[in-house]
């Protein structure tokens, strides 16, 4: 085999975010980028030499392009074996799975998740390690530092791998093994739930709307939902994925979603929609007349697992990010099990995992998942509640109804800004947290501020300190103020500012979530000042 070695100057912005490197395609399109970070990647790494490696993404524009200089680079970097999935695709959790299932050494998976697709969207890549789980602190940073200075990387002079043939091939000396993105994923799914009590329930009469938005999941969803647990055929729609996503915005949320969302909220609607995100971790969740947050998604999940085969003996503990509401600490209390809050980000669910901790974890950005992988699930989220709804043999509705009754409901709502002028959304962080010291004690109105810091993590199982995840006011009643900047913009800052209001009595259920928190939301902006520094008169998204 050629290897050839080629020179190249090193980018001062390849720094991964919240979840690896996201930017405009344009960016990508520079010369050298993909190899750059890729190599600098692989540099960081020992122990490769002979080992696999798992590559797949979401099917998003210049995936095609990536994948090809993916595999050629490795093959360059000595590794032994490549396991792809068919045509590039492989979504985020069941690459996690296909690297731990076959010990695979680590992976690559592109894509740019949620964030819009094609010539002027975004691409991404990150790195998983051995556990399946997105590369940690550790490892991101030394990436970055290796970018800042790399001067070459090596690359095979080989054809152009044909990704549309499962089976077996060679790209230089490297075996790569074109796999069914699904087979595997769709296994282990049956080994979790309880398959023939979700056909039955189908076969009842139960009504679902999956939406795929032309992403990453519309092979899984059909196999799975359609083919093996026997929904009708036209459950599942916008299933085929396509390089911009039909158009559209694949984050599966109110704003993007609106029309799964209206649908539910229709008389004649069905029982029960999911989405899912361009790469399939993230889930949304509404039942007939129902839309479920996804912090008391997390926490209704925690509580209700043990009706799946994989949890019956109970979990562990339950983790969520620190902006997440605390509506799955209740339920871990309840249970007399271990609770942990974790800045945001997937990877720092990872140790916790690891070390058999937590078993189910959940983050206010539409992620829920468990220790099956590493990585939040979207596919999982949508069969663990319908292996709850089989059980339980009751509505969506009902379910979240007997949990607030349980265990009192956390309203909560995100209000996103975004493309905000960096330099004014830093200054305005950095006034807010100034402020932190003066706060604790003072009342606002009937809301007493109980603490006030910007929330630093020490790991429980290796030390490591994060500090500085974002800003947390909290209030004597359980009520809460976050804010901090999101680590996966591409363009500009955003902003995000989670409030929260803890709702104990029966009866009190029923508010309107924005009005609800209207106290909270004016006295965040008395604080922060968000709408009077940037201009803008409302959030770009309220999830
Ligand atoms: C990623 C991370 C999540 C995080 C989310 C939002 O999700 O994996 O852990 O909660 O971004 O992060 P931020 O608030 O920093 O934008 P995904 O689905 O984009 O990979």
Request: aromatic residues 6%.
């Given at each position: 085999m050629s290897i050839k070695t080629i020179e190249t100057k090193p980018y001062a912005d390849q720094k991964p975010g919240t979840s690896g490197l996201r930017k405009r395609v344009t960016v990508w399109q520079q010369p050298n980028y993909v190899e750059n970070y890729i190599q600098s990647i692989f540099d960081v790494l020992e122990d490769r030499q002979g080992k696999t490696l798992v590559i797949g993404g979401d099917g998003r524009f210049y995936n095609d392009v990536a994948i090809q200089k993916a595999i050629k680079i490795a093959a360059a970097n000595g590794f032994g074996k490549v396991m792809v999935g068919q045509g590039g695709l492989l979504s985020t959790p069941a690459a996690s799975h296909l690297i731990r299932h076959y010990k695979a050494f680590g992976g690559l998976v592109l894509s740019a998740s949620h964030n819009p697709g094609g010539p002027d969207g975004d691409f991404g890549i990150k790195y998983n390690i051995a556990n399946g789980g997105p590369a940690p602190e550790s490892i991101t940073e030394a990436v970055f530092a290796r970018s800042k200075v790399i001067g070459a990387y090596r690359i095979a002079d080989v054809p152009d791998v044909?990704?549309?043939?499962?089976g077996t091939q060679k790209s230089g000396d490297m075996v790569v093994e074109v796999v069914d993105p699904v087979a595997d994923y769709a296994a282990l799914m049956e080994t979790l739930f309880d398959f023939k009590a979700i056909s039955s329930l189908f076969k009842s009469g139960f009504r679902m709307q999956f939406d795929a938005m032309h992403a990453v999941t519309g092979p899984y969803a059909h196999r799975i939902i359609e083919d093996i647990l026997g929904a009708p055929k036209g459950t599942v729609i916008n299933g085929v994925p396509s390089p911009d996503f039909g158009g559209g915005h694949?984050?599966?949320n109110l704003v993007y979603a609106k029309d799964l969302y209206d649908l539910l909220m229709s008389a004649d609607g069905p029982d029960f929609g999911a989405a899912s995100d361009g790469d399939g971790d993230r889930n949304l969740i509404i039942g007939k007349n129902r839309f479920v947050t996804p912090s008391d998604s997390l926490a209704i999940l925690a509580a209700n697992a043990p009706l799946a085969p994989a949890y019956a003996a109970g979990i562990a503990g339950i983790a969520r990010s620190m902006p997440t509401s605390s509506a799955a600490d209740r339920v871990a209390e309840k249970l007399g099990i271990e609770m942990h809050e974790t800045p945001t980000g997937w990877k720092f669910f990872g140790n916790l995992l690891d070390a058999g901790r937590v078993t189910v974890c959940g983050e206010e950005s539409a992620g829920t998942g468990s220790n099956h992988v590493r990585e939040k699930d979207g596919v999982w989220a949508v069969l663990l509640w319908l292996n709850i709804i089989a059980a339980r043999k009751q509505s969506v509705d009902q379910i979240v109804r007997e949990h607030w009754k349980t265990y009192g409901r956390n309203y909560y709502t995100r209000h996103d800004f975004e493309e905000v002028d960096a330099a004014i959304a830093n200054k305005l962080v950095d006034d807010l947290r100034a402020q932190l010291p003066g706060?604790?004690?003072?009342?606002?109105g009937n809301l007493k501020v109980s603490y006030a810091d910007d929330f630093s993590y020490t790991d429980p199982i290796d030390g490591s300190v994060s500090p500085k995840q974002g800003i947390r006011i909290g209030f004597e009643d359980g009520s809460r103020i976050v804010l901090r900047l999101s680590g996966?913009?591409?363009v500009g800052a955003t902003l995000r500012l989670y409030v929260e209001r803890y709702e104990p009595a029966d009866g009190q259920h029923d508010l309107e979530t924005q009005a609800a928190l209207e106290p909270l939301i004016a006295l965040a902006e008395q604080l922060a000042g968000i709408k009077a520094r940037t201009g803008r008169q409302a959030p770009d998204v309220i999830t």
């Open positions: 044909d990704l549309s043939r499962i694949p984050d599966p706060l604790v004690g003072k009342s606002f996966t913009g591409t």
